[in-house]
């Protein structure tokens, strides 16, 4: 079975300068993705302020902001769609989300919050599809380095309680790990791959000689993602487990630049 994911941290549904809403925008350009599933982060799933000042009675359309949550406005009547929410405030709150053409079975937030200034959580849903269950992790990690570690022994703790006999398994987010620290970790613990790296690996035998031949192991490194306008730092990422990686790609350009600060990656997996 092949599926098609994508993962997008949507900056809250405003554009990264004025802040000004780009919700319908990124109904469409999610839908670009053609993805059966798709694990986004900072999903307002209320904001007072946005609502009161953009809603149904704004006239221009650009500027609309719905009426319901944002991962139900994706969603619409095609797509379901599971919330978790992390960060708090008096007009609003907002998290992480996946949509899934496929039903959610279940699906549990767990707080990895690591103090009091980052509130922040790993989204788990079981997915229904046509030869079985797999495990979806939407994840979005802290701005430390150490936060991020024990956030990260957080998700392999909570992979292996959910998912402990080898299912088949999508993590994927803003793990904000521009260094790269992690990687090794959660391939040892977990036995996932992350997709660009997956696809590094299947590249041609002959390159591979020439490093061997060179004495020079190859360094593993994701794709660069943020800012979207001229990505540089390598913030995004999909791991796997139990798929073969077929394609991986960042969406590049001026329209992703004008919808958040973040590209979106998509990838194509099949089933192994």
């Known amino acids: 079975m092949k599926i098609r994911v994508a993962t997008y941290n949507i900056h809250k549904g405003v554009s990264s300068f004025r802040s000004t809403p780009r919700v319908l925008a990124l109904k469409k350009a999610i839908g670009m993705f053609d993805a059966n599933v798709v694990f986004l982060q900072e999903v307002q799933g209320r904001h007072d302020r946005y609502q009161a000042r953009y809603g149904e009675k704004v006239r221009s359309p650009h500027h609309h902001w719905p009426d319901t949550a944002q991962h139900e406005f994706f969603a619409g009547e095609s797509l379901h769609a ?13 998290g992480n989300a996946l949509l899934s053409c496929y039903p959610i079975a279940n699906q549990h937030n767990h707080d990895v919050s690591d103090h009091a200034y980052e509130q922040r959580g790993i989204l788990h ?28 022994d957080a998700l392999i703790n909570a992979v292996h309680d959910s998912a402990p006999n080898g299912e088949p398994v999508i993590i994927a987010g803003d793990f904000n790990d521009w260094r790269n620290t992690l990687s090794d970790c959660l391939r040892v613990k977990l036995g996932v791959v992350e997709v660009f790296d997956e696809l590094e690996r299947g590249a041609s035998k002959i390159g591979q000689m020439v490093r061997s031949v060179a004495g020079r192991e190859r360094r593993l490194v994701p794709a ?32 992703w630049a004008k919808l958040s600060d973040h590209a979106p990656i998509v990838a194509n997996l099949q089933l192994s």
């Not at 599971?82 to 907002?94: E, K, L, Q, T």
């Not at 995004?236 to 350009?253: L, Q």
Request: proline letters at 5%.
């Open 82 to 94: 599971a919330y978790g929410m992390n960060a708090v405030y008096d007009h609003g709150h907002h």
């Open 125 to 152: 849903c079981v997915l229904e599809t046509p030869v079985g269950n797999v495990h979806c992790y939407v994840v979005h990690l802290g701005l430390f380095e150490g936060s991020r570690r024990r956030q990260t």
């Open 224 to 255: 660069r993602t943020f800012p979207a306008a001229m990505p540089w730092f390598r913030l995004d990422r999909i791991y796997v487990r139990g798929f073969k990686v077929e394609h991986a790609e960042v969406m590049h350009g001026p329209q």
